[in-house]
């Protein structure tokens, strides 16, 4: 039920060489434990200096919750005021969109979620889930 | 005006029976008094662990307004703002959805809420109303 | 690297009975993962309807920083400054008295915290270390 | 006015590894940029799950006063309610006590700060020192 800082830097470094090799623009990239607690983030040279926030928001929502960043963006889009709400109860930490990716082992037990954020939210996710694959990890988007 | 702890287990154990025989997803559920204070929570193996918050703004939100959580959701769809607004006002604290369950007694007086979260709301608010009612309560969902 | 609702149960149940036993007021008692967020609480009748915030506080703290009420009451006596900072940290919800015990499997790994509020702190403590003991944990407190 | 990533991982490599030759306990440290933001973070496995907000606090109070965690802590021995309040006005996320570390480059402009959080504050901050000199940069500590 945890990650491992070895499997965080794993995933910081792959999720950043994707985004090199698809052209993003400087990503920031934060990994949770399973209890939603910080373990490892990293923000691209170039980047804008609010980023850690965004990516906390939406790995935080996302292993609170137990629903990626995809999820949370239709039921926000259906329902916005429900969002809303949630983002009060979690003391405003909650970013529902793309980029917010659940992590499991083989198993099916979530170890965590990261926050990808930088480019657009799809290409965001894109990268994050290569960099949560390179780990060895199942990655829910 | 109060619930005693008995009723609150009693109110919490019918909820995860009626969730476990609808076959829904883990529950979690928390019992406030008339007052909006947590009298207990329990959240089932294999909950998301930010389970507490959502319950816990289900269930305040429908004892600080006196109105349970189908009749904040209606208020929503026609006034996200006001809900959005109303979330704020108290800390953060409202979810306004179903699964936010009013508890009266025999006579009419209001002697607390539940808040029930983990599958769909209408889910969690039939299992809700089934815990509320085997504790000998009358339930306002 | 977590605890199970049976577990948590058994904690608080064990727990209520050494307090009665003790013959201590009305106890309340909240049950944390290791990640900090709750899995059960409990109020016994009687108890003042704002227990659940002192329980939390005395829990979180624990488990947030590893160390155990008696430990942070200690640094508060030699640094008082430095706990109301940490308190504000967490968001305010830390209280660095004894009744707050860290829970370790047989192995040593943390597998999360209690908070035990009602009567003194040291006797909330000597309550709680029982509950905790009888879930077969090892109890820091 | 700032810090790049290179550095920034250099810092927190260096770090750890002079944790370990001290035998110190997991360290955690974050490294901000000059305006405050989080550049990167790490905590070690073992680590407490909250040394996020300890770490931050103690590199943003560094930065945001310009004065590291030492000079922040005489302040409070002689004013305690000085340092509270400062924690109030800066939204709880000052920490003052040693671990919290200014950077300056060669010219000696303020380039950031670290926060080092594990073992005692003095070893904290002792670790950290070694960290930023490795990056080529003049450690305030």
Redesign the interface.
Known sequence: ??I???K??TIIRKTFEKGREMELKPLSIVVL?????????????GAA??R?EIAFGKAYGT?????PGSAQMARAES????M?????????NVIPVPGGILMRDRKGA?VGAIGVTGDTSDNDAIAGVVGVEAAGLVAES
């Open positions: 039920m945890t491992s800082l070895r965080a830097r434990d399973a209890g939603g607690n910080v373990q490892a983030f990293e923000r691209e040279d200096p609010g850690f292993v609170m919750l137990g629903i329902q916005g005021y429900f809303t709400c949630v983002n009060g109860a979690y003391g405003g979530v």
